[in-house]
C-alpha cells in the first residue's frame, strides 16, 4: 500500500478514535449530561429541532425567541426554531466554518469558496447567484420571521488581524398581538493580509408578519439586499516566496492581479400570503372530520448584478485567453432579474381536524420569468418557466415519518427538468422515547447543467455550448442518537459538468459515483465535552474530480459554571484537517472553480485555541488561530496559491437585548 495512502488512513483513524474515546461512554450512560446543547436546538439540522408553536409561547419565559424562515408552510405546520444562544459554535463566526462546515477559501473572509464535500445542486430552477459566494449571501431560504413576546435585539461584533471588522445587528418587534416587524442588518470589512485581497460586504433584510384575529388569512414579506465588493489578486505569483517565507511584509509580496475587483448585488422583494378555506371552529374542543385546507399565493422579485473589472490584465494570468472587445481593461457584467408567481394548496388548515395532523397534502404551480443580459450581447435572453409540484407527509403510528415531493419544469432553459426527493423516519421506539432515529433518502433529478456552464459571453471567456442534462441519484442513511449522528452517502452522476484545467466547461459523457462516508457529534461528559465532525470520500471519476480522502475537524472542550456560577465558560482546542489533494483553483473573472492538476495542497493541522463565557446574554470569545504556523511550517493553504490565515487573535462577542 503506498505511504500516502497508509498516511491518509491512519490520520483518519486517529480522529475517529479520538472522537469514539469520548462519545461512547456517553451512548453508553444515557446521555449523562446533555447541557452541551442549551439552546443548540437552533439552526442544524433535524426535526427534532423544532419547537410546537402552540406551545412555546405559553410554557416559554417572556425572552425565549422563536422563529421560521423560508415559507408560512414551517408556521403553517406549527414548527418552529429556537434561537442559538449557547457556546458550542460561538468561536466559529466565519460564515464558511460555521457549524463545522469546511470550504476552501481564498486566504480572507468574505472571498469566494467552495465546499471540500461534494454537496451538488439538485436545482431545477434557474440560479441566479454565484455559488461561490453563497455563504456570505442573504437569500430568502435564510430570513427569519420571529415569534417572540417582548422586543428583541441582538448585536453581534467581531476583530481579527488586518483591521478585520464584523459587526451584526438584528431587532424584531411585534407592535400589535398579530403584526411582527425586523430588520437584521450584516457587514464584513476585511483589507486581508496581501495586496488587493480585500472584501467589503453589506447585507440586510426587513420582515414584516401579520395573521388576522381568528388566523383565517396571513402574510409575509420581505425586502433584502446584498451588496459584495471583492478585490480578486488572483493568487501568489511565486508560492516559494510564502513557503520558505522569504518576505516578511505580506504587502510586497507580488501577486497575480493588482486592481482585478469583483462586484455583485442581489436584491428582491418577497410576499406571500394565505387564506383557510373554513371559518374557525367556535367551540376549541370540537373536530373537524376533514378540512380543505388553505390556498396560498407568492410574489418575488429577483435582482442580481455582477461586474468583474480590471484595469491592468497582465498578459501572463490571461496568457491563453486573449482578450476579445477591450485590450486595455477588462468590465465584464452579466444582469439578470427573475419575476416569480406561485399558487399552492395544502390540506392544512387550523389543525383541528384530526386527517391534517397525521397526513399533510400540497400541490401547486410556479412561473418564472427570467431575463438575462450579458455585456457583451447585443441581444437580451428571456425565458419562461412552469413548474408543477406536489408533495406529501404521512406519520405512521408515532413511529415512522414518510415525506415526498416531486418537481417538474415546463419551458425555458430548463424545460424537461425534474427532482423527487423522499425520505423516511424511523424511530427506534416511539417519538418520545426511543434510542435513536433512523433516516433513509433518496433523490433523484435530471437537469441542465448551470447557465454559465451553456452560455457565457464576456471580454475573454466567450462559449456556446449544447450540454445533455445531468442525471443524479443520491442515496443516504443516517443513524441520530441524541448529539450523535453517522451516516453514509452514495451519489452517482450521468453527464457532470464542470470547468476543466484550460478553464472551459467539460461535460462527461460516462456515468461516475462519490462514496462518502461521515459522523459528527457534539457531547459533554461532566466538564469534558467534544465537538466533531468527520468526512471520508472517494470517487471513480479518478481524474475529473478532485476530492480530500479526508477532511474533519474536532474541538476538545472545558466547560463549567464560574464566578460563582454567574458565568459560563468553555474553552478548548480546535483541530482541522484535509488530506493533500489537487484542490480547485480560482478564477476571478468567472467567479467559478476549476479543476487543476498542478499543485497540491493539504496535510497541514490547523490548531486553534480558545475561550468563550456567556454571562445572562453576553457571549464573548477569544481565539488564538493556525498555531502551528507559528513553528516554520508555511504550507498552510486553503486553495492553490492561496495562502491561508496567519496566525493571529481573533475576538467578538454578542449582545442579546430584551426591552
Request: glycine share 6%; proline share 3%.
Amino acid at each position: 500500500m503506498p505511504m500516502n495512502s497508509i498516511r491518509n488512513n491512519s490520520i483518519f483513524l486517529l480522529f475517529c478514535l479520538l472522537s469514539g474515546l469520548i462519545f461512547t461512554p456517553v451512548l453508553v450512560s444515557a446521555q449523562a449530561d446533555t447541557s452541551l446543547i442549551e439552546g443548540d436546538i437552533s439552526l442544524v439540522k433535524v426535526d427534532s429541532s423544532h419547537v410546537r408553536t402552540d406551545t412555546v409561547l405559553t410554557k416559554a419565559d417572556s425572552i425565549a425567541v422563536y422563529f421560521f424562515r423560508t415559507s408560512l408552510d414551517s408556521l403553517k405546520d406549527g414548527r418552529l426554531y429556537a434561537l442559538d444562544t449557547s457556546l458550542t459554535y460561538f468561536h466559529q463566526y466565519n460564515p464558511t466554518q460555521k457549524y463545522n462546515q469546511m470550504y476552501a477559501g481564498l486566504g480572507n473572509i468574505g472571498l469566494a469558496g467552495k465546499n471540500r464535500v461534494f454537496s451538488p445542486s439538485l436545482s431545477i430552477n434557474f440560479s441566479l447567484t454565484p455559488s461561490s459566494f453563497t455563504p456570505y449571501l442573504f437569500t430568502n431560504k435564510d430570513i427569519k420571521y420571529y415569534q417572540l413576546i417582548r422586543p428583541y435585539t441582538d448585536l453581534n461584533y467581531g476583530m481579527g488581524p488586518n483591521k478585520e471588522q464584523n459587526l451584526g445587528v438584528a431587532f424584531s418587534r411585534t407592535l400589535s398581538k398579530r403584526l411582527v416587524l425586523g430588520v437584521q442588518l450584516s457587514i464584513i470589512h476585511s483589507p486581508g493580509a496581501y495586496l488587493n485581497q480585500m472584501s467589503n460586504i453589506n447585507n440586510a433584510y426587513f420582515t414584516g408578519r401579520y395573521n388576522t384575529k381568528d388566523k383565517r388569512y396571513g402574510i409575509i414579506a420581505n425586502y433584502m439586499h446584498n451588496k459584495l465588493l471583492i478585490q480578486e489578486n488572483g493568487g501568489l505569483v511565486y508560492d516559494s516566496v510564502f513557503e520558505q517565507h522569504l518576505e516578511t511584509d505580506k504587502k510586497v509580496v507580488p501577486v497575480q492581479l493588482a486592481k482585478a475587483e469583483n462586484q455583485m448585488k442581489l436584491s428582491g422583494l418577497f410576499v406571500e400570503q394565505y387564506f383557510n378555506l373554513l371559518k374557525p371552529l367556535k367551540n376549541i374542543n370540537s373536530h373537524r372530520k376533514i378540512d380543505p385546507g388553505n390556498i396560498s399565493y407568492a410574489f418575488q422579485y429577483l435582482k442580481s448584478q455582477n461586474i468583474y473589472t480590471d484595469d491592468e490584465p497582465k498578459a501572463k494570468f490571461y496568457a491563453v485567453f486573449p482578450a476579445v472587445f477591450d485590450t486595455v481593461s477588462t468590465r465584464d457584467s452579466t444582469y439578470q432579474i427573475r419575476i416569480r408567481n406561485r399558487f399552492k394548496w395544502s390540506n392544512q388548515g387550523y389543525h383541528d381536524d384530526r386527517l391534517s395532523q397525521v397526513f399533510h397534502l400540497y400541490g401547486g404551480i410556479q412561473f418564472d420569468y427570467i431575463k438575462q443580459h450579458l455585456a457583451y450581447d447585443s441581444i437580451d435572453k428571456t425565458y419562461n418557466e412552469t413548474s408543477p409540484f406536489g408533495g406529501l407527509t404521512l406519520k405512521l403510528f408515532q413511529r415512522s415519518i414518510l415525506n415526498a415531493r416531486v418537481d417538474y419544469t415546463l419551458g425555458g432553459y430548463h424545460a424537461g427538468d425534474f427532482k423527487l426527493a423522499a425520505s423516511l423516519l424511523q424511530y427506534l421506539g416511539s417519538e418520545e422515547k426511543n434510542v435513536g432515529i433512523i433516516t433513509l433518502n433518496l433523490k433523484i433529478a435530471s437537469r441542465m447543467p448551470a447557465w454559465y456552464y451553456s452560455y457565457y459571453s464576456s471580454n475573454r471567456f466567450n462559449w456556446d455550448n449544447q450540454f445533455n442534462k445531468e442525471h443524479l441519484l443520491i442515496l443516504q442513511g443516517e443513524y441520530q442518537y441524541k448529539g450523535f449522528k453517522a451516516g453514509v452517502h452514495l451519489l452517482t452522476i450521468q453527464h457532470y459538468t464542470f470547468l476543466n484545467d484550460s478553464i472551459k466547461p467539460k461535460q462527461l459523457s460516462t456515468t461516475g459515483s462519490i462514496f462518502q462516508l461521515y459522523t459528527e457529534g457534539n457531547f459533554l461528559i461532566h466538564h469534558f465535552g467534544v465537538n466533531f465532525r468527520v468526512v471520508r470520500q472517494s470517487t471513480t471519476m479518478g481524474h475529473n474530480l478532485h476530492l480530500p480522502t479526508f477532511t474533519g475537524k474536532l474541538d476538545l472542550f472545558y466547560k463549567n459554571w464560574v464566578f460563582k456560577k454567574a458565568a459560563r465558560l468553555q474553552t478548548g482546542i480546535q483541530l482541522a484537517y484535509f488530506t493533500s489533494y489537487y484542490s480547485d483553483a480560482y478564477m476571478p473573472a468567472l467567479r467559478i472553480f476549476y479543476l487543476q492538476s498542478q499543485k497540491q495542497i493539504g496535510d497541514y493541522l490547523f490548531v486553534d485555541v480558545y475561550a468563550t463565557l456567556r454571562v445572562q446574554t453576553l457571549r464573548f470569545f477569544v481565539k488564538a488561530s493556525n498555531l502551528l504556523g507559528y513553528t516554520g511550517n508555511y504550507h498552510y493553504y486553503e486553495s492553490p496559491h492561496y495562502p491561508g490565515l496567519a496566525p493571529g487573535i481573533f475576538l467578538g462577542f454578542n449582545w442579546r437585548f430584551h426591552n
